[in-house]
């Protein structure tokens, strides 16, 4: 099944990296870019993503987490094993990145085991 909020697509490259995706709600997702454009990219996650729908604003922070500026972001499309987003010219009212003020803690399966990120409310 795919979630999709339709709009045009850019010019797509190949381009592998590992990125963490965090959310307001505290949810992050760390996985595999595929391919990327000036206005987004996919990130393969795995799995299904959970607790995370579309529209929601984020950072995608590149790894490992907290070494540099995060981009803002928000959720175009979900699929059973990644999430697209939209890169955003500037963060919306009240979104702030846990993870760059030193807030480490996030939800999300596959975190502990990098060492970066830890389980729990954040």
Do not use: W
Not at 16 to 25: C, G, T
Not at 52 to 67: I, N, Q, R, T, Y
Not at 77 to 97: C, E, H, K, W, Y
Request: aromatic share 8%; with cysteine; glycine share 14%.
């Amino acid at each position: 099944m795919v979630s999709d909020m339709y709009c045009d697509r850019a010019e797509r490259i190949s381009f592998a990296a590992r990125v963490l995706l965090e959310f307001k709600n505290g949810v992050c997702f760390i996985g595999i870019t595929n391919d990327i454009s000036e206005t987004g990219v996919f990130v393969d996650i795995g799995y299904p993503p959970f607790q995370v729908d579309l529209e929601d604003p984020g950072f995608l922070h590149m790894m490992p987490a907290g070494s540099g500026q995060p981009m803002v972001c928000r959720v175009k499309r979900i699929t059973g094993d990644g999430i697209a987003v939209q890169f955003l010219p500037g963060s919306p009212v009240g979104l702030t990145t846990k993870l760059s003020m030193g807030r480490r803690r996030c939800v999300g399966h596959g975190n502990a085991s990098l060492g970066m990120v830890s389980g729990g409310n954040p």
